[in-house]
């Protein structure tokens, strides 16, 4: 075992939800991930599409049980002494396949913890030698700071409490499929004409709020001084064209809690006929261009989907996709960008 020690923090982290081209729905999950060494525990793994068990959505009491496994204060849930450090994020069933490690604790009065033997694993026992993660760990993590990062989750707010979304714009029809849309993939959303007289309380509940097209700017600023004089922050969406998963994107980034500097999908431009993609890590990428025609009907097209590499990429897209009024949204597992396509 390494004597060298890694770091441990926590940071909150997202699955991003939407509404997808074929007209599936992926589920929204707000979750806190694993920061060791200052990078995210999940994006030294293959590209997987996961979430820690530290999510915002399980009961408290459930929540707090999988803080206190960590702290091995409860047994482990696998055999072998295996915990579970990122699951499935639609069903959580082991069976979809989860990375599972062994915890212990180590050291002078066993003050070091220590997590190894990191595997994919679909069944109550793992095999090390054909699922084994062989680059990843054993890391040794200071007790004193572990315990520290974990216990503050018990005396804190749980994280993505604050998803839901005001609505509010003049086309009632769209913001009612456009809210049904947001509560299926599990973000809760209200329709409103303007925020005045709202208690504070209620306005503390918003993570976001997403104008439509037609709201007029002095309606705009109403609004934010509603929030400003309840001394609450939110994200502010201003509606790119009435077309509901293209809002779902852009409500999905707004809701987007991560640190900056911790996302994989950190820059998107849309300029003649070309994405530009920027990527800190590996991961699959997919881009889907949406556009209104003359009659203002929605065209959606998938134009790329495929693992890149870290950096910037240059991503040609069909004509006939983004032709007239057009929008690029990219996505990948943990983040989704918006943007329109510059003439």
């Not at 998803?163 to 049904?180: D, H, Q, W």
């Not at 820059?267 to 991961?283: F, I, K, Q, Y």
């Amino acid at each position: 075992m390494s004597a060298e020690y890694a770091t441990f923090g926590l940071a909150p982290a997202m699955r991003a939800g939407g509404v997808l081209a074929n007209g599936d729905y992926q589920v929204h999950r707000d979750f806190v991930d694993f920061i060791v060494d200052g990078r995210p525990l999940l994006f030294q793994l293959s590209d997987l599409d996961a979430v820690s068990p530290l999510a915002s959505d399980v009961p408290p009491a459930i929540f707090t049980e999988q803080v206190r496994s960590l702290l091995l204060e409860a047994e482990a849930p696998l055999p072998d002494g295996r915990y579970v450090i990122y699951g499935c994020p639609e069903c959580a069933d082991l069976a979809c396949g989860a990375v599972t490690a062994i915890i212990e604790r180590e050291g002078e009065e066993g003050e070091d913890y220590i997590w190894r033997d990191f595997a994919w694993q679909t069944d109550e026992q793992a095999d090390l030698e054909l699922n084994g993660y062989h680059g990843i760990g054993p890391f040794r993590f200071h007790g004193a700071g572990y315990r520290e990062a974990l216990a503050a989750l018990l005396d804190g707010e749980s994280p993505g409490a604050r998803r839901r979304v005001l609505l509010i714009g003049a086309r009632v029809a769209l913001l009612a499929k456009l809210a049904a849309a947001l509560r299926t993939i599990g973000i809760g959303a209200d329709i409103a004409h303007d925020a005045h007289g709202v208690h504070a309380d209620e306005l503390r509940g918003y993570g976001a709020v997403a104008f439509g097209r037609a709201v007029t700017q002095e309606q705009r600023a109403a609004v934010r001084r509603s929030f400003e004089q309840a001394g609450v922050e939110v994200a502010y969406v201003e509606g790119l064209a009435p077309i509901v998963p293209l809002l779902v994107a852009q409500i999905e980034h707004a809701l987007d809690r991560s640190p900056a500097e911790r996302r994989r999908l950190t820059r998107l431009v849309a300029a003649d006929g070309e994405a530009g993609v920027e990527v800190t890590s590996p991961c699959r990428v997919r881009l889907t261009a949406y556009r209104l025609d003359r009659l203002y009907r929605t065209h959606a097209h998938e134009v790329f989907d495929g693992v890149l590499e870290p950096g910037r990429h240059r991503i040609a897209l069909d004509a006939k996709a983004v032709k007239g009024e057009s929008f690029v949204v990219a996505r990948t597992a943990g983040s989704v960008l918006v943007e329109a396509m510059a003439r």
